[in-house]
Nanobody
Framework: QVQLVESGGGLVQPGGSLRLSCAVN????????MDWYRQAPGHQRELVAQ???????NYAESVKGRFTASRDYAKNTVYLQINSLEPEDTAVYYC?????????WGKGTLVTVSS
């Protein structure tokens, strides 16, 4: 069974940074879908970053210039570097991978931005 495990969330002050990781227990090079989503309290889950097998990542407008998505095939891990955090970035962040129609979700890691 494929499992995605996110880590790296926590409480951070505005302006701070975090690096989220998504460890996958299978070879991620077989995936053509590697995304990060987030869901803030009272809001729908939203896509924040897409990693493509060819070409650069795409980002939601609200995070462009502050978030950087990447992956390490040797470690079967997907990353999300988040800088210049704002209170509006408070959310549970989810890793989403797969090869449609087969897709997998992690359980999420909570990021709280507060002074």
């Amino acid at each position: 069974q494929v499992q995605l495990v996110e880590s790296g969330g926590g409480l951070v002050q505005p302006g701070g940074s975090l690096r989220l990781s998504c460890a996958v227990n299978t070879t991620i090079s077989s995936f053509n879908l590697m995304d990060w989503y987030r869901q803030a309290p009272g809001h729908q889950r939203e896509l924040v970053a897409q990693i493509f097998t060819n070409g650069g990542p795409n980002y939601a407008e609200s995070v462009k210039g502050r978030f950087t998505a990447s992956r390490d095939y040797a470690k079967n891990t997907v990353y999300l570097q988040i800088n210049s955090l704002e209170p509006e970035d408070t959310a549970v962040y989810y890793c989403h991978c797969g090869r449609p129609p087969i897709e997998y979700w992690g359980k999420g890691t909570l990021v709280t931005v507060s002074s």
